[in-house]
């Protein structure tokens, strides 16, 4: 009896070998059946994953050096997806103190100088290592100039 134990159960073994080997030298790929009531992972209409690159796509105002600002102007860079005030980085030459804060649209950042920009070109540089709110690495960092001077009073004659 246990003779016949040991061989029944080799050739159980036998087969599963040979189907395996033969399931692995098959040619034609056998499809997964979805299990009944499960969610699917393939999105049904895969043109609306967002495969795009996280990029800045407006300034305002302007990058424009020849156009001359109040010290107080506030900069609004618009990028094209939502991105927070914490995973926004950035470098500001002349050094000057800012306060960021979240535009009006969740893909909006607002810097404002905490006191104002020293006079003449501000640089600004808006780094690649800024994050999108899903984790996306700005594409490229962005350098923006403003040119900045207070008022000059008007030296002369006055009515007073």
Known sequence: MKKNLIIILSLVAIVAIISV????LSPKKKE????PNAPSIVPENPSLINTQTFQLTDVSPQKNISKIFLPIQEIALTF????????F????SPPTKVSPRQGESPAEIIISPNESWQEGIT???ISSKTKSTDGQSLSASYTYKLNTAFPKAQHGNSDY
């Open 123 to 125: 640089t600004i540089i």
């Open 21 to 24: 080997v033969a399931s692995l």
């Open 89 to 92: 980085y950035y470098l500001i």
């Open 32 to 35: 997964a059946l979805p299990l």
């Open 80 to 87: 094209n997806k939502p991105v927070s005030v914490e995973s």
